[in-house]
């Protein structure tokens, strides 16, 4: 799957990855609507490295589209709340 971190490009990850990264979309879903400011931006800074770590990059020519899109770094719970699905970031 093609995966798009915002601000940084693509990168191209294995579907046997995704069972790791829904635990942490789970995480940042719950902080969200906790409000919890301090563990969603350690969550989401956790699962953005986690999909740097585990995904291949891709070349900048590269002209497919991205079947998931990630928030940036910066983003905070607003942008994260406008992006969110029903099923968190990354769908189960």
Excluded: C, W, Y
């Excluded at 635990?23 to 969603?40: I, K, T, V, W, Y």
């Excluded at 931006?41 to 699962?47: G, N, S």
């Amino acid at each position: 799957m093609i995966v798009r971190i915002m601000g940084e490009g693509q990168v191209k990850l294995a579907d046997s990855h995704f069972a790791e990264l829904n635990r942490l979309d789970d995480e940042l879903l719950a902080e969200m609507e906790q409000g919890d400011g301090p563990g969603f931006r350690r969550t989401l800074a956790a699962l953005l490295e986690r999909v740097r770590e585990l995904g291949e990059p891709v070349p900048d020519d590269f002209l497919e589209p991205s079947e998931l899109i990630l928030p940036a770094p910066g983003a905070t719970l607003e942008d994260v709340r406008e992006m969110l699905g029903d099923g968190g970031l990354i769908p189960g």
